[in-house]
């Protein structure tokens, strides 16, 4: 069982940075894939970024690669999401979620575990 806990969502304009942290509870978090998504009003939840369980494998929708930075930590049971050069698109609620799936790290039916949510709102 892993539960998690999104933090560091918030308002900022259009070309600022925001880091999103995900803590995770249960010893048995270096076994996951980790992932984070996001759902923006009227519209389908969407992947946007995931790494493999031992950090060295990294993922990331086209809507963000050179923009968003996923890291981990699992001495510290820690994600981190860093986003720079925000656009107003990327205005969402930001899910992270935990897999115990070695593939498909793009879906999320392959993930078990989703945190809250935390809002991230950029505007222009």
């Known amino acids: 069982q892993v539960q998690l806990v999104e933090s560091g969502g918030g308002l900022v304009q259009a070309g600022g940075s925001l880091r999103l942290s995900c803590a995770a509870s249960?010893?048995?978090?270096?076994?996951?894939?980790m992932g984070w998504f996001r759902q923006a009003p009227g519209k389908e939840r969407e992947f946007v970024a995931g790494?493999?369980?031992?950090?060295?494998?990294?993922y990331y929708a086209d809507s963000v690669k050179g923009r968003f930075t996923m890291t981990r930590r699992n001495a510290e049971n820690t994600v981190t999401l860093q986003m720079n050069s925000l656009k107003s698109t990327d205005t969402a609620v930001y899910y992270c979620?935990?897999?115990?799936?070695?593939?498909?790290?793009?879906?999320?039916?392959?993930?078990?575990?989703w945190g809250q949510g935390t809002q991230v709102t950029v505007s222009s």
């Open positions: 249960g010893r048995t978090f270096s076994m996951y894939a």
């Open positions: 979620a935990a897999s115990t799936y070695s593939s498909g790290i793009y879906s999320q039916l392959n993930y078990n575990y």
């Open positions: 790494i493999s369980w031992s950090g060295g494998s990294t």
